[in-house]
C-alpha cells in the first residue's frame, strides 16, 4: 500500500485537475483548461511569496451573470443575508444539529489545510499551528479544525480568549485540552514571535455573521495577524473583512476555506488556495438558493477552487 | 494466535471485547465530553466513504446505485442514517427501512435530513430476499452494533432472516448484525464488507468477507494508548483505513 504522503499527493492533484475546470476569461479571451500544464499559473511560476498575483484571470473579473464571480461558471457567491438564511434553514427545515455541521466544517478546514500545506512543507521543526478562535460558531469551527489537525499530524495550539458557555464550546475545550493541545493565557505580542513559533496560522475568529466595529481583544489580536508573515488561513471570512465588500486594507490570508458556498467577500480574496468546505447541503436547497456548487471530487469533504 | 494482537490484520492491532467497547464508548462521552452527535456524524461518515471505496457507483450493475440501508433500533440504527445521508451526497440512491424508530430528538433529526434529502423509508420490508437483490446493488446492515446481546426481537429476527439468503454484497457497521460481539455466528450473516469503528471488535476475527474497514478516526492519542490499541495510522486525511 503506498505510504501516507504518496496518497497524500495523489489526493491533492486529484482535486486540483478536477476542481480546475476548463473556463474563458471573457474580457480577455484566452481559456484554460483541466491539468496543471494548461495553468497559467505554470507559466508565472509559483512564487510563494506574498502579495503575488496568481497568474488567473486577474482582478478585473468579468461581472456579468450570475456568476459575476472567480471560480467555476455559475458558482455563486452569497450575501450575507442569504449565508444567514441558508444556515437559518439547515437548522429549522433540515433539523441538522450545529454539533453535526461544525463537526463537518471543522474536518473540511483541518482536510483543506492539510492538502495545502502538508507537515512535511513546515520549516518549523514541529508542523505548528496557531487557531485563533473567535466567541462565536467560528470560533468552534476552529475548535473542530485544531482537534482534527492533530489527529492528521499536525500540532495546534488555540488561543481562545472569549469562550462560549455553552455546552457545545465547553464540550469541544474539553475535547482539545484532552488531546493535549495547549491554550495559550495570552496572546503573542509580537507578530515575529508568532512567525518564529508556527508555520500556519488558523483564523476562526469572525464569520459571516460578523458586523460593526471589531471588538477587544479581536482589535489588537487582528493588527498583530496583519504583520505576521507565515500563511494564514481563513475559515469562511476573513475576519475584520465586511461580509459583502472585503476590507482591502484588513488581513490577508493565503487561503481561504469557505464554508457552504463561498461569500461575497471571497470575490476579493487574492490568497493562493480558496477552498469549498462543508459538504453537506441538501441537493433541493442547493437548488433553492441557486448555489451552483461544483462537484465535489469523489467522497472528499473539500474542494479546491483556485 | 499468539501475543496481545491474537488476530488478523496488522500487527498489534487488538480486537476487543465487548465490554472494552462499551468502556471506550463511555469514556468518549463522558471523559472526552464528546456528543453522540458528533460522533455519530463521524462514524456514519466513515462507513459512506468506505462503501464508496469499495462499490464505487460505476460498479452497480442495478441502472442506479441503489442501496438499501436497514437500521436497527439503537446507535447503529443512527449511524444507517448518517451513512444513508452521506450516501446520496456522494450519488448513491439510498433507500432506507427504519421499523423501530427511537424517539430521541438525535434520531428524529436524522430521520428528517434522511426525509429532506429524498431518501424514501420503506413501508414495509421485501418480503423475498430476491426482490432485494433485484432492486438493490449493496444493503447496509445498521441493525445492531457493539451493544447487542441476547435474542433478536422481532421484526429483525425475519429481517436477519431474509438478509441471509441475499446474494448481493452486504456492507456490515461494527458488527455483522445477530453475531455474538465476541464469538461470531458461524449460521449468521455473511457479510462481503465490514467496517469496524474506533478499533474492531473480537467478533471481526471471524469475519470472512472481502473488505475489512477501520472507521471513525476520533478516538484521541490518550485514549489510544490506554486501551493499547495499536491502530495503524490513518492514511493521509482519510477517515477510513482499509485493513483487508
Not at chain 1, 518564529?196 to 477587544?216: C, K, N, P, Q
Request: aromatic share 10%; with cysteine.
Amino acid at each position: 500500500m503506498p505510504g501516507p504522503r504518496a496518497l497524500l499527493g495523489l489526493g491533492l492533484l486529484a482535486a486540483a485537475a478536477a476542481a480546475r475546470a476548463g473556463g474563458r476569461c471573457p474580457e480577455r479571451g484566452w481559456s484554460w483548461g483541466r491539468g496543471w500544464n494548461r495553468s497559467w499559473g505554470r507559466e508565472r511560476g509559483w512564487n510563494r511569496s506574498r502579495g503575488w498575483e496568481r497568474g488567473r484571470c486577474l482582478p478585473r473579473r468579468a461581472m456579468h451573470g450570475p456568476s459575476a464571480g472567480p471560480g467555476p461558471a455559475g458558482l455563486r457567491f452569497l450575501g450575507q443575508e442569504e449565508a444567514q438564511a441558508i444556515d437559518q434553514e439547515l437548522f429549522t427545515e433540515y433539523k441538522f444539529s450545529v454539533d453535526q455541521l461544525m463537526e463537518l466544517a471543522g474536518l473540511s478546514c483541518a482536510t483543506a489545510i492539510a492538502k495545502a500545506y502538508p507537515p512535511s512543507s513546515f520549516t518549523t521543526s514541529q508542523p505548528a499551528v496557531l487557531v485563533v478562535c473567535g466567541p462565536g460558531n467560528n470560533g468552534g469551527d476552529g475548535l473542530v479544525c485544531a482537534r482534527h489537525l492533530k489527529m492528521f499530524g499536525y500540532q495546534p495550539t488555540v488561543y481562545y480568549p472569549k469562550r462560549s458557555s455553552k455546552p457545545l464550546f465547553e464540550g469541544l475545550t474539553t475535547q482539545c485540552k484532552k488531546m493535549d493541545i495547549p491554550f495559550l493565557p495570552e496572546f503573542p505580542t509580537e507578530a515575529a514571535f508568532i512567525d518564529e513559533l508556527y508555520g500556519l496560522v488558523v483564523d476562526a475568529i469572525f464569520g459571516f455573521s460578523f458586523t460593526g466595529a471589531v471588538r477587544e481583544p479581536f482589535g489588537s489580536i487582528l493588527s498583530t495577524l496583519e504583520r505576521v508573515t507565515v500563511p494564514i488561513a481563513s475559515i469562511d471570512i476573513p475576519s475584520g473583512w465586511d461580509v459583502e465588500k472585503g476590507k482591502a486594507d484588513g488581513l490577508q490570508p493565503d487561503m481561504l476555506i469557505s464554508l457552504t458556498a463561498p461569500k461575497k467577500a471571497a470575490m476579493h480574496f487574492t490568497g493562493r488556495y480558496h477552498f469549498l468546505g462543508g459538504r453537506f447541503v441538501p441537493p433541493a436547497l442547493q437548488e433553492k438558493y441557486a448555489l451552483n456548487l461544483p462537484a465535489y471530487p469523489g467522497t472528499d469533504c473539500v474542494l479546491q477552487l483556485t | 494466535m499468539h501475543g496481545p494482537s491474537a488476530g488478523p490484520g496488522p500487527a498489534g492491532l487488538r480486537f476487543l471485547g465487548q465490554e472494552e467497547a462499551q468502556a471506550i464508548d463511555q469514556e468518549l462521552f463522558t471523559e472526552y465530553k464528546f456528543s453522540v452527535d458528533q460522533l455519530m456524524e463521524l462514524a456514519g461518515l466513515s462507513c459512506a466513504t468506505a462503501i464508496a471505496k469499495a462499490y464505487p457507483p460505476s460498479s452497480f450493475t442495478t441502472s442506479q446505485p441503489a442501496v438499501l440501508v436497514v437500521c436497527g433500533p439503537g446507535n447503529n440504527g443512527g449511524d444507517g442514517l448518517v451513512c444513508a445521508r452521506h450516501l446520496k451526497m456522494f450519488g448513491y440512491q439510498p433507500t432506507v427501512y427504519y421499523p423501530k424508530r427511537s424517539s430521541k430528538p438525535l434520531f428524529e433529526g436524522l430521520t428528517t435530513q434522511c426525509k429532506k434529502m429524498d431518501i424514501p423509508f420503506l413501508p414495509e420490508f421485501p418480503t423475498e430476499a430476491a426482490f432485494i437483490d433485484e432492486l438493490y446493488g449493496l444493503v447496509v446492515d445498521a441493525i445492531f452494533g457493539f451493544s447487542f446481546t441476547g435474542a433478536v426481537r422481532e421484526p429483525f429476527g425475519s429481517i436477519l432472516s431474509t438478509l441471509e439468503r441475499v446474494t448481493v454484497p452486504i456492507a456490515s457497521i461494527d458488527i455483522p448484525s445477530g453475531w455474538d460481539v465476541e464469538k461470531g455466528k458461524a449460521d449468521g450473516l455473511q457479510p462481503d464488507m465490514l467496517i469496524s469503528l474506533t478499533a474492531p471488535k473480537k467478533a471481526a476475527m471471524h469475519f470472512t468477507g472481502r473488505y475489512h474497514f477501520l472507521g471513525g478516526r476520533f478516538v484521541p492519542p490518550a485514549l489510544q494508548e490506554k486501551y493499547a490499541l495499536n491502530l495503524p495510522a490513518y492514511p493521509g486525511t482519510d477517515c477510513v483505513l482499509q485493513l483487508t
